[in-house]
């Protein structure tokens, strides 16, 4: 597993069932983290998804503030229990 896809990985397990989008995902680790970038998060998020370890929803979209405008849309996930 690479490095970024720890860091993902890692924050979501911090609480898990939580939702959180993609963005703000993202906007949490580059903090610490600038080298992360947003599309390596919805990468690792579908991978996390095709295996059974997220379960992405996409109810964010329409939850987003209007000035946010990077995205399509938001994959909003937590950790399956």
């Given at each position: 597993m690479t490095a970024a896809r720890r860091l993902?990985?890692?924050?979501?397990?911090?609480?898990?069932?939580?939702?959180?989008?993609?963005?703000?995902?993202?906007?949490?680790?580059?903090?610490?983290?600038?080298?992360?970038?947003?599309?390596?998060?919805?990468?690792?998020?579908?991978?996390?998804?095709?295996?059974?370890?997220?379960?992405?929803?996409?109810?964010?979209?329409?939850?987003?503030?209007?000035?946010?405008?990077?995205?399509?849309?938001?994959?909003?996930?937590?950790?399956?229990?």
């Open positions: 993902v990985l890692t924050e979501l397990a911090t609480d898990p069932g939580a939702h959180i989008s993609a963005e703000d995902l993202a906007d949490r680790l580059q903090g610490e983290h600038p080298e992360l970038h947003l599309a390596t998060v919805y990468r690792t998020l579908r991978t996390l998804g095709e295996v059974g370890l997220v379960q992405p929803t996409w109810d964010a979209v329409h939850r987003r503030a209007p000035s946010r405008t990077r995205g399509s849309g938001a994959a909003v996930c937590g950790i399956r229990r």
